[in-house]
């Protein structure tokens, strides 16, 4: 069973996703496209699991499933698609135990990588919304303190909304 934390917001996560995407890009080679931050690690002035999840295009999917040994020489378990067709999905765990680092992998042009960006920067866009989300994720936390799973469908209503809401901003819907 996992612990849910939410953190007040830390200048150390783009830090630590920059350091980390670096490292990826050597384990994945010349098929990396592109990493960005997405979660909400990645949106100023929220509260957030401290867990930094990068998202990863690349030119061929399948080509990642030959990346495993280089991703578990960084820490990463190796999950394959975990839910989501055409992913590539990896996790990190610290010494302790305590989840880090979530991988997302996509091909280029994923509808997938459109809707995660879409979020997040609409979330940037529209701090009033962040700031809900914030909101809404310490109050859940607070009611779900080992219950990830509770945690996680408190949250859904509220992202799928934003979710609609941000590929209409952005005129994808």
């Not at 219950?147 to 469908?153: A, K, L, R, S």
């Amino acid at each position: 069973m996992r612990q849910v934390q939410v953190h007040p917001p830390n200048p150390q996560w783009i830090r630590d996703f920059d350091a980390e995407a670096a490292q990826i890009v050597l384990a994945l080679g010349n098929n990396v496209v592109h990493i960005h931050h997405i979660g909400s690690t990645s949106i100023p002035n929220i509260y957030a699991k401290p867990v930094i999840d990068l998202l990863v295009e690349v030119n061929d999917i399948g080509q990642v499933d030959g990346c495993d040994r280089a991703m578990a020489a960084l820490g990463y378990t190796a999950m394959g698609e975990y839910g989501i067709p055409k992913r590539r999905y990896f996790r990190k765990d610290n010494a302790e135990g305590i989840r880090t680092h979530h991988v997302h992998v996509f091909g280029v042009g994923s509808p997938e990588v459109v809707r995660h960006l879409a979020f997040r920067d609409f979330m940037i866009a529209h701090p009033d919304c962040a700031r809900q989300y914030s909101e809404l994720k310490r109050a859940l936390a607070a009611q779900h303190p080992n219950d990830i799973e509770g945690y996680m469908d408190g949250k859904d209503e509220f992202v799928k909304t934003m979710e609609q809401r941000a590929l209409h901003w952005r005129g994808l819907i």
